[in-house]
């Protein structure tokens, strides 16, 4: 497993931006799919985006696609999630994971992640 640490969390208005990150530590993270997802008050966790372990494949959930960029910097061991046109219904903890070693490429099940930070909050306003 790796260990994550997400920052960049806060209170924008509807419309604003936001640039998550999320540090690993490890010297294998170059060698893991990465992944954030998000889980709202009174919700389940939901997948938002993944990142292929070269940084060259990603995909999206539907309800983000067109608004958030997903990437990542294996030399600094980060990933990123970049928020534009941000909605109240993007209000949720985010967080950073890493899927099991054994999952294949685009999975959103939540459960297939074995790896997790401890969160960041958004919070977006109306």
């Known amino acids: 497993q ?3 640490v997400e920052s960049g969390g806060g209170l924008v208005q509807a419309g604003g931006s936001l640039r998550l990150s999320c540090a690993a ?4 993270f170059s060698s893991y799919d990465m ?6 008050p009174g919700k389940e966790r939901e997948f938002v985006a993944a990142i292929s372990r070269s940084g060259f494949g ?3 959930a539907d309800s983000v696609k067109g608004r ?4 990542r910097d294996n030399a600094k061991n980060t990933v990123y ?3 534009n046109s941000l909605k109240p219904e993007d209000t949720a903890v985010y967080y950073c994971a890493a899927p099991r070693k054994a999952t294949g490429w685009g ?3 939540p459960s297939d992640f074995d790896s997790w930070g ?3 909050q958004v919070t977006v306003s109306s």
């Not at 530590?25 to 294998?28: A, F, L, N, Q, W």
């Not at 992944?35 to 709202?40: D, E, G, I, M």
């Not at 958030?68 to 990437?71: A, N």
């Open 68 to 71: 958030f960029t997903i990437s």
């Open 81 to 83: 999630l970049q928020m």
């Open 58 to 60: 990603t995909y999206y």
């Open 107 to 109: 999975t959103r099940n």
């Open 25 to 28: 530590s490890g010297r294998t």
């Open 35 to 40: 992944a954030w997802l998000r889980q709202a």
């Open 2 to 4: 790796v260990q994550l």
């Open 118 to 120: 401890q969160g960041t």
